[in-house]
């Protein structure tokens, strides 16, 4: 036997092989285009995307680098058969010169000689890479249809099998050509061998969810760019996603891209606890939309599709889109199809109805009198913002109406006294529109960040401090499209830059030393903003910080999100009592929250658990343990 001589290939082809070879190519790529060509145009027949700009590049470029060529995302993620996808992906790419190659010899145009020191090189850096995806294919064979991950699933893929087969006798074939001498009979029986998977499996790609290996790099680098970013509407004719004729190209290129991996499912909360709402299945929803009435349809995207009541099960909390290897931004399009039921009318739900009544009518979400929040300003003596002051300390509907976010703003601005920091409030402030935003409501949230940025503007704010991401999130970048909103940042961050000068428990004698402290990253922080560090170096000042199960950037959300803290009650389990759940779990004594609505959350959650349930705080509220109950602001 010849040990990884040289690559075998025939010397030469006779009349009928060429022609046969001819023959079959063409058939291949006719079966090929007659899926793709459809897809391509269907894909060039959506709607432009009136926000989609190519340039700057640069972002563009690194992602593609990093999730494409690198696999980054599916290796961190998932990194077992993440890394046994990638080698298969970068066997796929060694492999373009050698396929090219191999088509060429039959006409005896191969460009790299078996024997020549680049082609010799060539094939046996080929030859590593083919080892590794025949490995990692029969690995991921393995998995798929004897571990069988509950995220794939409960349908087995046969033609994922049948794909795993004709990849694995694609570098099979290959590296049996090492093995036989040019001359010989196998020599032959091998390039044909190899020549007829590789047709096969060229118009599978497809007709098959082996589409994405053409369409996903072009996803990625097409991306919006922005975490979560909901793109806005094209004018007054713009509803959102209605019917097909409102999917962007952006939006049919994710639809065909989609590789029904199930990442985003496992990751999603309303998934995971028994709700309707299947992120994977709501891509799938599309695209068989797509397949059936084509993206000129006037036929609505919800009802047969996918269904308006999971659209309306989606906290927003991106894990979805974070865990997504393809690329695909599910938030836009579950927002956008919200906007659609919403925009029309269509959506009838007694709690969306009252939401948007008590912020029509009044300035908050929660529906309480403004006179509550100017009795509030009152007795906490806070200073109103007069230009003079460096902060403008943003309330939001929970720091200035609801009890328990009344108390994280006293000791918030407790601590700003106590440091020295001057900061004033508006003496009128309405929702930013969060809720609104995400549940697909623009007219209210045009309104809402309109009347806000006026108001801002008026009292020249130069820098805002909140202690909620979601109105963090939506100042700095939902806002954007009414106007240029002040520089903003959260709590956390500014504690987090004056943790130093804050009592740390061993000092005052009456903190928690010995104790341990979980925190629970807020989705609109942590995977909106990528503040993850901050957080915990104020949470850190209540004793030893521990993890989670799920933490960072998978932290499970607490189920407030998208609007829904001011919708019904959840079918299925609760989101929030998972989470608690899990926090509570880690023995912590006490949870810090760095979020006004996941503190109501879990407070409720926390509650159900009854005794020796952990003590919640948001960071403010140890950021301010130890000080003077009364601290004077800086004037
Ligand atoms: S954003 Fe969160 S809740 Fe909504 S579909 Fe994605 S993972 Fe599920
Ligand atoms: S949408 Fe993305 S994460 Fe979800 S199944 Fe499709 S490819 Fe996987």
Known sequence: MILLSTLAEPQSFSLLEKLLFSALAIASAAAFWSRFGPIARKILQSKKDPSFHLFPVGKRLWDFFWEVLCQAKVVRERPLPGLAHAFVFWAFCAFALVTLNHCGTVFGIGFLAPTGPIGRFYFYFAAVFALACAVSIVALFIRRFLIRPKWLGAKLSWESGFIALLIFALMATYLGSFYVVDTSPAARILWWLHTLTLLIFLPLIPHTKHLHLVLSPITVFLSRGGFAQIPPLAGDEDFGLVAGADLTQLVTLQAYSCVECGRCTEHCPASSTGKLLNPKEIILGVR????????????PLLGKYNSQEAVFQCTTCGACEFQCPVGIEHVPILVGLRRGAVNTGTWEDQHGSKLFLALERGSNALGISPAERDKF?????????????????????MGGYDPKGREIIADFARVMNYLGTSYGVLRKEKCTGDPVRRLGNDLLFQQLSEANLEALAQNKVKKIV???????RTIQEDWKEYGTPPEIEHHSEFLARHADRLPHPSEDGKGLQGETVVFHDPCYLGRYRNVYDEPRTVAALAGILVEPVRTRERSFCCGAGGGLAFLGEETGSRVSQVRA??????????????CPFCNTMFRDALAARGEGAPQLLDIAQIAARGLPERTEPVH
């Open 288 to 299: 068989a939309y797509l397949n059936d009435l084509g993206p000129a349809s006037d036929q």
């Open 377 to 397: 300003i009152q007795k906490q003596a806070f200073p109103i913002f007069d230009g003079t002051q460096e902060y403008c300390l943003w309330l939001g509907c």
């Open 466 to 472: 909140s202690i909620c991401p979601h109105c963090v």
């Open 581 to 594: 759940g899990e926090l509570a779990a880690t023995g912590a004594q006490t949870i810090a929250a760095a």
